[in-house]
């Protein structure tokens, strides 16, 4: 009996700065309505930093990694172990069941923090790991991407986590991704969490329609949270080797992925100005086309003279335009007054709810000054060095 699969563990689920909140709605949702019977019913709590998930099950695991759009990493976690000195290195870490969790010759890459206590030094803790395995057949490179361990020194603790899908929000689907204010994934599917949070009639929209499409971010992953797995774009995480799963178990897996993916799903619409960036967004777009068999329409044009939303159903306009820096460098509050007139018309011609993600405080104050009596609701993100303002509206 696997003593990882059998028995419950405890999860660490990190997000966007900010997006916490979200990544527990998320998870709980994937909770309430598993793939796979819960064999134990999970705990989830906000923590410093990350959601924690006590009595989580291997399978819950793995369905976090397949399905949650809004993490960039979920880590199984052991609990704290005490060490006195350098000497207990590695008899503690020959301790854990390594031979149950990872694969035979498996590539791995390990994280080390250490900070005031016994084992002081980051280097040195990484260098004696690094023996431990290597001698017991492990390496340190190699094709496959690796499995990463992260190893946190403080006092006379050691912890010790193993990554099930690091770097989630490389979901696999882009050939190509914009230099100019690029919006992260998992940032861009927490902000349409939080829009759920205000109107849960987000799960109805039949037209997801994105002005300023960039790479067509915003619309995937509209995709994602209306129940569209993100795993299915086919980028290999760690979960899919540890324990040694069966070739039968894998097989379950793709299939159940691959029914996740024939669910009925709202038509993209991308509208998309600048040149360069539209050849970028039919390339990835192309590539989506390969899996998905969804409505997907692209417009080269300007949002702003192009009638591009259904006047029937309901829509979904996410706005990124990105920050105004490819658009308007000179004079963002002109473009975000504008932008925000622009919503107020297109309210009158359809049911809508949306959001604009602004780079300051000036230039979400003259996009919400144009969208007249729309229902409002404004929240904070963080991205770089920026602080966002999240202004999510509805007319419904």
Same mark, same amino acid.
């Given at each position: 009996?696997?003593?990882?699969?059998?028995?419950?563990?405890?999860?660490?689920?990190?997000?966007?700065?900010?997006?916490?909140?979200?990544?527990?709605?998320?998870?709980?949702?994937?909770?309430?309505?598993?793939?796979?019977?819960?064999?134990?019913?999970?705990?989830?709590?906000?923590?410093?930093?990350?959601?924690?998930?006590?009595?989580?099950?291997?399978?819950?695991?793995?369905?976090?990694?397949?399905?949650?759009?809004?993490?960039?990493?979920?880590?199984?976690?052991?609990?704290?172990?005490?060490?006195?000195?350098?000497?207990?290195?590695?008899?503690? %870490?020959?301790?854990?069941? =390594?031979? *149950?969790?990872?694969?035979?010759? @498996?590539? !791995?890459?390990?994280?080390?923090? +250490?900070? &005031?206590?016994?084992?002081?030094?980051?280097?040195?803790?990484?260098?004696?790991?690094?023996?431990?395995?290597?001698?017991?057949?492990?390496?340190?490179?190699?094709?496959?991407?690796?499995?990463?361990?992260?190893?946190?020194?403080?006092?006379?603790?050691?912890?010790?986590?193993?990554?099930?899908?690091?770097? %989630?929000?490389?979901?696999? =689907?882009? *050939?190509?991704?914009?230099?100019? @204010?690029? !919006?992260?994934?998992?940032?861009? +599917?927490? &902000?349409?969490?939080?829009?759920?949070?205000?109107?849960?009639?987000?799960?109805?929209?039949?037209?997801?329609?994105?002005?300023?499409?960039?790479?067509?971010?915003?619309?995937?992953?509209?995709?994602?949270?209306?129940?569209?797995?993100?795993?299915?774009?086919?980028?290999?995480?760690?979960?899919?080797?540890?324990?040694?799963?069966?070739?039968?178990?894998?097989?379950?897996?793709?299939?159940?992925?691959?029914?996740?993916?024939?669910?009925?799903?709202?038509?993209?619409?991308?509208?998309?100005?600048?040149?360069?960036?539209?050849?970028?967004?039919?390339?990835?777009?192309?590539?989506?086309?390969?899996?998905?068999?969804?409505?997907?329409?692209?417009?080269?044009?300007?949002?702003?003279?192009?009638?591009?939303?259904?006047?029937?159903?309901?829509?979904?306009?996410?706005?990124?335009?990105?920050?105004?820096?490819?658009?308007?460098?000179?004079?963002?509050?002109?473009?975000?007054?504008?932008?925000?007139?622009?919503?107020?018309?297109?309210?009158?011609?359809?049911?809508?709810?949306?959001?604009?993600?602004?780079?300051?405080?000036?230039?979400?104050?003259?996009?919400?000054?144009?969208?007249?009596?729309?229902?409002?609701?404004?929240?904070?993100?963080?991205?770089?060095?920026?602080?966002?303002?999240?202004?999510?509206?509805?007319?419904?």
């Amino acid at each position: 009996m696997n003593p990882i699969t059998s028995k419950p563990q405890t999860l660490e689920l990190f997000a966007a700065p900010g997006c916490l909140p979200e990544a527990k709605l998320e998870a709980e949702a994937i909770a309430a309505s598993p793939w796979k019977p819960l064999k134990f019913q999970p705990s989830l709590e906000v923590q410093k930093g990350f959601v924690r998930v006590q009595n989580a099950s291997w399978d819950f695991a793995c369905e976090l990694v397949a399905r949650a759009a809004t993490l960039h990493d979920l880590r199984l976690v052991f609990p704290k172990s005490r060490v006195h000195g350098w000497n207990d290195l590695p008899r503690v %870490l020959g301790r854990f069941p =390594w031979g *149950a969790l990872l694969p035979d010759s @498996a590539n !791995l890459e390990f994280r080390v923090e +250490a900070f &005031a206590g016994v084992m002081p030094h980051a280097g040195r803790i990484q260098k004696i790991a690094e023996e431990l395995f290597t001698a017991h057949g492990f390496r340190l490179s190699g094709h496959q991407p690796p499995i990463r361990i992260h190893l946190t020194s403080s006092g006379d603790d050691l912890r010790v986590g193993v990554s099930l899908g690091h770097e %989630l929000h490389k979901r696999g =689907w882009r *050939a190509s991704t914009g230099t100019l @204010a690029p !919006l992260r994934e998992d940032l861009a +599917a927490a &902000a349409l969490w939080r829009l759920k949070s205000f109107e849960p009639r987000l799960l109805e929209v039949t037209q997801v329609a994105v002005p300023f499409a960039g790479s067509g971010t915003l619309g995937i992953e509209a995709w994602h949270v209306l129940g569209l797995p993100p795993v299915i774009w086919g980028a290999e995480r760690s979960w899919q080797r540890l324990c040694s799963p069966e070739a039968k178990t894998l097989g379950w897996w793709q299939k159940r992925i691959s029914r996740a993916a024939q669910n009925k799903l709202p038509e993209l619409m991308f509208v998309e100005s600048d040149a360069v960036q539209f050849a970028e967004l039919e390339g990835n777009m192309a590539r989506v086309a390969q899996t998905i068999q969804s409505q997907v329409t692209l417009h080269h044009a300007d949002a702003f003279q192009q009638s591009f939303l259904s006047k029937d159903g309901l829509v979904l306009l996410p706005l990124h335009p990105p920050y105004g820096l490819r658009l308007s460098s000179d004079n963002p509050e002109a473009l975000y007054a504008k932008l925000g007139k622009a919503v107020q018309t297109w309210s009158l011609e359809t049911q809508l709810i949306g959001f604009c993600l602004c780079p300051s405080e000036s230039t979400w104050r003259v996009f919400r000054a144009g969208l007249g009596n729309l229902r409002l609701e404004t929240s904070h993100f963080t991205q770089g060095g920026l602080d966002v303002r999240l202004c999510c509206f509805s007319n419904l």
